[in-house]
């Protein structure tokens, strides 16, 4: 192994640990730093075999810190795994980070705090606002008609 591959390998390391990463983004700094074809996808491997890169532990992460801490739905935390290239049993096992019960309670807490904010609206159009800023959240239609049909 080449100096200048052990600095690249020690690189990825270092961008790896510093937080979790998916194999595409990975792959794209290594296309930054002039690495293709076999060579990246040597250090992709390595990267996996040494635990730095695990796309499972980066979708849970991911899809518990985004529910916890921006309180993002379901779909909103689906469409942004996809995007980065996660799909499949990965993105199965980060929506069970998710506990149904938490979910509820989130959605709930987060319309009655936006209907406080809304103080004095028409009640239609309340609603309506309502329903609009919980779905584009992330959260499911049904369950925020359902979580709304129970708070009049």
Known sequence: M???????LRRAASFCAYQERTQREVRERLNEWDV?????????VWLIEQNYLNEERFAK???GSKFRVKRWGKHKIKQHLK?????GYNLDQAMKEIEPDDYRQTLV??????KRSLQGENPLIMKQKLVRYA???????DMVWSVLGGQE
């Not at 293709?36 to 992709?44: L, N, S, T």
């Not at 779905?135 to 239609?141: A, D, H, M, P, V």
């Open 2 to 8: 080449t100096e200048q591959s052990k600095d690249i």
């Open 36 to 44: 293709y074809g076999d060579e990246a996808e040597e250090i992709i």
């Open 61 to 63: 992460t991911f899809a």
């Open 83 to 87: 995007q980065r290239g996660i799909t």
């Open 109 to 114: 807490d987060l319309l009655e705090k936006k």
């Open 135 to 141: 779905i584009g959240k992330g959260y499911e239609s």
